[in-house]
């Protein structure tokens, strides 16, 4: 399988360079994966509309994420740029359907969309304020094609769970890692060389995976604002930290990972 790295999305936080300085220029990691005849996302960023229409991300939500409103960013027009035609992406597995990873989901309005339920369940019906505030209807007004998944489908791997993707290569799981939403989950990828573990928003910056898991200046407080439930993330970061070494962890706002990737900043 053919994996590539697009960035789609970048965000200045408003107030990251106070509080969180790691956090100050922020890509969206998405993951293109190519087998055969077809294309599969992991994440999509912002999408083409609302780039035309940043209020779509929510006034207060745009307002404090900042993102930098580029056609050129969004999946669609990278596909298009990598010579694909964006139809033939017939399938999006999203890590969770926060604004800044499904703003996308309209611009593949033929692609199945594969979740965890507990995910899709709180996009579709909010419970609370603020989960009206971070998931966005106009994102799912499509009427995407729904593939729901629970984690008894899943089996134990390295002391996390994996879950096979209906329809879609053996070698490809959502790997349930919730927290920052209630079905936030990691994309595990067998690339031919090895385990890829796209993290979402699981962690931040490489350092919280380190040994003894210090987090760098304002990120473990900006984790207890933006996790759902910060007992259950930190939980799955302790796990992910066993995989260090073992397996390729991505994030998809982690700045540094970005330069050593991409081999130059993010503007
Ligand atoms: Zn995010």
Known sequence: MKVRFLNCGLMHPRLAPLFVPHLDRVPCLCLLLEEEDRLVLVDTGFGTRDVSDPTRLGRFGAWLLNPRMDVRLTAREQVKRLGYDPDRVCDIVCT???RDHAGGLPDFPSASV???????????????????ERYRPCHFAHGP??????????????GLMRIPLRGLPESLFLVPLQGHTCGH??????????????????YYVMEELREGGKAPVGVA??????????????SRLERLRDLVGDVTLVAS????????????PLD
């Open 96 to 98: 969770h359907l926060d």
């Open 114 to 132: 594969h979740v965890l339920r507990e995910e899709m369940e709180a996009a579709l019906s909010p419970r609370s304020a603020r989960e009206r």
């Open 145 to 158: 094609h729904w593939v729901a998944y629970d984690e008894r489908e899943g089996e134990e791997w390295r």
């Open 185 to 202: 989950c990691g994309v595990l990828v067998e690339t031919g060389e090895g385990w890829l573990l796209h993290c979402g928003d699981a």
């Open 221 to 234: 407080g900006f984790r207890a604002v933006a996790h759902m439930s910060l007992p259950r993330a930190l």
């Open 253 to 264: 706002h982690d700045q540094f990972e970005y330069r050593s990737r991409f081999g130059r």
